[in-house]
């Protein structure tokens, strides 16, 4: 799935703006057009490593879809609601080991 990086950054670096936003059933729909077969987790694996790696600046992931920002207020929004997630999920997992300690090792 990695040599299909060059694709997807080809695609989503044309999906300026929230109005021009690509979902994910859209993109697995494109691929198939193009005859190549793709599972939607596997579209969000391709992205995330796209995203982690830096290869496309500003591209962001909305309910609406994917789609590069220029707006770097949007930018900063965007930042500060992964860090809420980031705290929600170390939460749950400090949850987690709680229950570890509580339950096996008594």
Known sequence: ???LIPTF???LS???GKKNSITNKAIVQSLKNKGISISEPRVRKIINHIRS?????GLIASSNGYYISTDIE???AYIDSLYGREEAIR???EG??????RTYCK
């Open 1 to 3: 799935e990695m040599e």
């Open 14 to 16: 044309k999906k300026v």
């Open 74 to 76: 949007e930018i900063k």
């Open 96 to 101: 987690f080991e709680a229950q570890i300690r």
């Open 91 to 93: 939460i749950i997992r």
């Open 53 to 57: 790696k830096g290869l496309i600046d």
């Open 9 to 11: 950054i080809s695609g």
